[in-house]
C-alpha cells in the first residue's frame, strides 16, 4: 500500500501541521507569561515582607525597595504582554505565589537568622527568575513576538542585576549579623 500525498495535499498538511506547532509556542509562551506574573506577585509580596522586618540592615533594605519598584513594573510589563496576547494572569496561579509567600515570611519571622537566611533566599528566588525570563526570551522569539522578547530581556537585565547584588553582598551582610549577635543589647535578627 502506497500512501503518496500530492504536492497540493502535502503543502496543506506541513502547513497544518506549522500551525499546529506555532499555537503550541504561543499557548506555552502565554502560560510562561503567567507563571511569571504569578512568580512576580509572589516576590513583591516577599520582598515587601521582608523589607518591613530590615531596621538594622539598611544597605540590604534599600537595595530591597529598589527591587520592590522594579518588580511592580515587570509584573506591570506582564500584564501588558499577556493583553498584547489575547490572555489574563492566572487568578490561581497568583493566589497560589502570594499564598506561598505568605508561609515564606512567616517562616522568616520563626528564624533568629531571618536575616542571612532571607538574603540567601532571596538569591535562590532571582537565580529562579533569571531562569524563567530566560525561557520566555527563546519562547518569544520563537513565536516572532519581539516586544515580549525586549521586555523580557530589560527585566532579565533587572533579575541578574539583583542576584549579583545579593552574592556580593552575603559575606558582608553575614558578618554584620554575626557582629550583631555577639554584641549584648544589639538585636541581630532584623
Known amino acids: ?71 511592580v513594573g515587570q509584573r506591570e510589563t506582564l500584564e501588558r504582554a499577556l493583553t498584547r496576547l489575547g490572555s489574563e494572569p492566572s487568578t490561581l496561579k497568583d493566589m497560589s505565589g502570594k499564598l506561598m509567600a ?17 538574603a540567601m533566599s532571596g538569591y535562590v528566588f532571582e537565580t529562579l527568575e533569571i531562569a524563567s525570563y530566560t525561557v520566555l526570551i527563546a519562547a518569544a522569539k520563537a513565536v516572532g513576538d519581539t516586544q515580549t522578547q525586549q521586555d523580557c530581556e530589560a527585566i532579565l537585565q533587572q533579575e541578574i542585576a539583583m542576584a549579583d547584588w545579593l552574592r556580593e553582598h552575603l559575606p558582608e551582610l553575614s558578618q554584620a549579623f554575626l557582629d550583631r549577635s555577639d554584641t549584648p543589647g544589639l538585636e541581630a535578627k532584623r
Open 102 to 118: 505568605f508561609g515564606q515570611a512567616m517562616g522568616g519571622m520563626m528564624m533568629s537568622d531571618e536575616v542571612v537566611k532571607g
Open 1 to 71: 500500500m502506497n500512501l503518496q500525498l500530492s504536492a497540493p495535499l502535502g503543502t496543506v498538511a506541513i502547513s497544518k501541521l506549522r500551525e499546529s506547532i506555532m499555537t503550541t509556542k504561543h499557548e506555552n509562551l502565554v502560560s510562561w507569561l503567567r507563571d511569571a506574573h504569578a512568580m512576580e506577585q509572589q516576590a513583591e509580596q516577599m520582598l515587601t515582607a521582608q523589607k518591613e522586618r530590615l531596621h538594622n540592615y539598611p544597605k540590604l533594605r534599600t537595595r530591597i525597595e529598589k527591587h520592590i519598584e522594579e518588580t
